[in-house]
């Protein structure tokens, strides 16, 4: 674990670096590696002209991979690092006996490392130089072979050479692919995870939508948006009921809301809208009237917005209030009857009320002995006031 933590490391955070980026940097660690072990190869057959180019490619090598993954310079790195490829590739051909040494290996190698690692705008120019250069040190090789040096001492020199070369190259293309390949899988992978989060995000959006619907449909009260020209954008089932039971139309999206409207009502309608589109909300209660009824309605204006603040239309919602215009009457009733009842306690009571206090005054000071003139005043009293009783019972009996 520790050893792929320092390898990310070491090419790049995935965030930071491009996918050829990353691929540059892994590959120049793994050259340099493999470098190391060229320079083993060539110290074991003493092959000490190979040693000095193998330890210049070394240090160039580390000032490629300095360059590109802490310098940002990937681009510039990576076109000079092909041109001393091609000329360390060259050399070691020249010096280690041409096509009778292991070098058009090495062609291979830097040919996948240049194809992985640039744009693919530059993969033409990369296959016509390694055709164009293999090609130019054949023909060297085979009209002027004096040219080429030779360097093997001993038999088993080459086959050792040739085996390491192998070996090397193909240590070194297996990383490259499976480098690719993680990538590309890696890549595979976040691509699934985006779609799916998408596809989430979406099925979300959706059921929210539901919800959102279901709820606007299951309202008693009518919803319609308004477009800018007074065109219905949406509406919901409530409108659509009503409109048909009233009118035996169906509204529709596109259609104009004014011909939906009351004629009693339209120029305060397209008033009120005009408002709503400038941003104001308004609302108004009111009665209208139909064909075989009368309905209160609570109607409310407001500006709909778009993400950014602007304004792209308007809400208008319409809210029978018959029921609560019959209860508010209901009420006015009531209060108007104990009014009523209030008014005949401190008034209508007062009169037959004070007449017997006076009469029972007038008995007392005769010591209780009431003539019958006292009694017959007092019974009349009595009687009005029973009678004031009776009419207070009947408003209430009334108000319940």
Known sequence: MKLKYWFDHLIG??????????????????????????????????????????????????????????????????????????????????????????????FFLTFQLLIAATHKSLHKVWIVLHILIVAALLFIDFRY???????????????????????????????????????????????????????????LTQNSEAKLRAFFNSSSSCYVLIGKQLEVLDFNNASLTFLREVYGIDIAYGNKMRDFINEAYKERFVANCGKALLGQRSIEELQLHYEDKRIWWQIAYEPAYDNWNNVLGLSFTATNINERKHQEEKINDRNQALSKIAYMQSHDFRGPVASILGLMNMIREQDYQASKEYLKLLEEAAKDLDEKIHAVVKQTDELL
């Open 13 to 106: 955070p995935v965030d930071e670096f491009s996918m050829e980026n990353r691929t540059y940097n892994a590959v120049n660690l793994i050259t340099l590696a493999l470098l190391c072990g060229f320079f083993i190869i060539n110290v074991t057959l003493h092959q000490y002209l190979l040693l000095k180019i193998t330890c210049t490619v070394i240090i160039l090598q580390s000032c490629f991979f300095y360059f590109s993954r802490f310098r940002q310079r990937f681009k510039a790195s990576i076109i000079v690092n092909a041109i001393i490829s091609y000329i360390a590739i060259i050399s070691v051909f020249i010096f280690n006996e041409g096509i009778n040494g292991p070098n058009i290996f090495l």
């Open 145 to 203: 072979p004096p040219f080429i040096r030779v360097t093997y001492q001993f038999r088993k020199d080459r086959y050792i050479d040739f085996f390491g070369t192998y070996v090397t190259v193909m240590v070194m293309i297996y990383f490259i692919t499976i480098y690719l390949r993680s990538h590309f899988e890696l890549e595979k992978k976040r691509a699934e995870e985006r779609a799916q989060k998408i596809l989430d995000q979406k099925l």
